[in-house]
């Protein structure tokens, strides 16, 4: 079956970078993309970009154009999340998604990493 | 970007009522519409795709209805387990934006 695993929680200071990693199984790794996701305490879902797994093609939110790079590690079948300049409002549990087969829709998920930024 | 605004933000319902929340995008977006349910600590679920295609395993007590700027998200008859922030999202193109959340409570 599909499982997306994603890296643990991490404390970050202001300024500092965070990176998160996403581990896909159960499927052929390039065969879809792969989405990030974010929510904030109490808020809503975010979308923050999309990777392609096969050729790190990658599409990102204009909010997050100037500090996200997502990338993908075919040979382990783990796509990455790379966030910079993190401010206290980036405090949020970030999440990994897949579409199914013939859709967009979000049905797999990553179980969420939570960033906490603060001084 | 298109914008998706779903209203309302929040309902109270009785067990057995019938629930209805809608999700308006800026621009045509044909079916390209899914539906999700997020209960608290949880990770978000989907509930139905292309508008109106319930997904597997989903109870049939969930619809969704329309098409190019216009979606419905009907629970027919609220049970406790429905508790849960619903979202809607579009998936025709980048960015692949939710709607702003909808807090189902029970009466």
């Known amino acids: 079956q599909v499982q997306l695993v994603q890296s643990g929680a991490e404390v970050k200071k202001p300024g500092a970078s965070v990176k998160v990693s996403c581990k896909a199984s159960?499927?052929?790794?390039?065969?879809?993309?792969m989405h990030w996701v974010r929510q904030a305490p109490g808020q809503g879902l975010e979308w923050m970009g999309i990777?392609?797994?096969?050729?790190?093609?990658?599409t990102y939110a204009q909010k997050f154009q100037d500090r996200v790079t997502m990338t993908s590690d075919t040979s382990t079948g783990t796509v990455y999340m790379d966030l910079s300049s993190l401010r206290s409002e980036d405090t949020a549990v970030y999440y990994c998604a897949r579409p199914f087969l013939g859709s967009g829709s979000f049905l797999h998920w990553g179980q969420g990493t939570l960033v906490t930024v603060s001084s | 970007d298109i914008q998706m605004t779903q209203s309302p933000s929040s309902l109270s319902a009785s067990v057995g009522d019938r629930v209805t929340i809608t999700c308006r995008a800026s621009?045509?977006?044909?079916?390209?519409l899914s539906w999700y349910q997020q209960k608290p600590g949880k990770v978000p679920k989907l509930l139905i795709y292309a508008a109106s295609t319930l997904q597997s395993g989903v109870p049939s007590r969930f619809s969704g209805s329309g098409s190019d700027t216009d979606f419905t998200l009907t629970i027919s008859s609220l049970q406790p387990e429905d508790v849960a922030t619903y979202y809607c999202?579009?998936?025709?193109?980048?960015?692949?934006?939710f709607g702003q959340g909808t807090r189902v409570e029970i009466k």
């Open positions: 990777i392609s797994p096969t050729d790190g093609t990658t």
């Open positions: 159960g499927y052929v790794f390039t065969n879809f993309y």
């Open positions: 999202q579009k998936y025709n193109s980048a960015p692949w934006t």
């Open positions: 621009q045509g977006i044909r079916n390209y």
